[in-house]
């Protein structure tokens, strides 16, 4: 069963503008990750949270954890056009040592 | 450079011949894992494998094998595949035994006839 569901499940921008994404989960978590993966190419990892924080930054990347209402958000800010791709979270369930994807969000940066 | 290494890219089978996807990682890194990706799915969880000789169950292992005789290599064996086995497949490997930070393959377009 999917650990984590994202939201939107499709976004369409213009370039410039800020992109938002948001993953949802079920149960406690250690960590929590946002992965990248252009057109059927293999996920790049981008950024982790782990459980006792609430929000990290790197370069454009903006992630937040809120471990109360189990979700987390992804906000691209100026967004390029080379930011089109797919985008998953992936929560690491405290049972196990396995990483479990949402079904993830289609983002289309339009130039 | 780092990378993971999957071969074949794309793969057409017929069903009931056995296939091995290969995976070989050169990050000397303990934790490799194996995912099917299918649209509207996401992706899931076959195996994974924390260390030499340690190997486990992810949550869609049925129809599939796997063995970790040398850290840098994790083959995912198909004995006898099937039409629903036909599916994007991605080995990732982590130096993290957790499977944090997962470094990706360019990933294995299987279509079994």
């Known amino acids: 069963s999917q650990q984590g569901e994202e939201d939107p499940q499709a976004l369409s921008i213009q370039e410039g503008e800020n992109a938002t994404m948001n993953c949802s989960y079920k149960t406690s978590i250690n960590n929590l990750q946002w992965y990248r993966q252009n057109s059927g190419r293999g996920l790049v990892h981008l950024i982790l949270i782990r459980s006792n924080e609430r929000e990290k930054h790197s370069g454009r990347l903006r992630v937040t954890l809120d471990t109360s209402k189990k979700s987390s958000s992804l906000l691209i800010t100026a967004s390029r056009a080379a930011d089109t791709a797919s985008y998953f979270c992936?929560?690491?369930?405290?049972?196990?040592?396995?990483?479990?994807f949402g079904a993830g969000t289609i983002l289309r940066v339009k130039s | 450079e780092a990378q993971v290494t999957q071969n074949p890219r794309y793969l057409i089978t017929v069903t009931g011949k056995k296939l091995t996807v290969t995976c070989s990682q050169n990050?000397?890194?303990?934790?490799m894992s194996w995912y099917r990706q299918d649209p509207g799915l996401g992706l899931r969880q076959i195996y994974y494998?924390?260390?030499?000789?340690?190997?486990d169950k992810g949550d869609v292992p049925e129809g599939y094998k796997v063995s970790r005789k040398e850290k840098r290599n994790f083959p995912l064996i198909l004995e006898s595949p099937s039409p629903n086995q036909t599916s994007l497949y991605f080995c990732?490997?982590?130096?993290?035994?957790?499977?944090?930070?997962?470094?990706f393959g360019s990933g294995t377009q299987l279509s079994v006839l």
């Open positions: 990050m000397n890194h303990e934790y």
């Open positions: 992936a929560t690491d369930a405290w049972y196990g040592n396995k990483l479990v």
């Open positions: 990732a490997s982590s130096e993290d035994r957790d499977g944090e930070k997962l470094f």
């Open positions: 494998s924390m260390n030499v000789e340690v190997t």
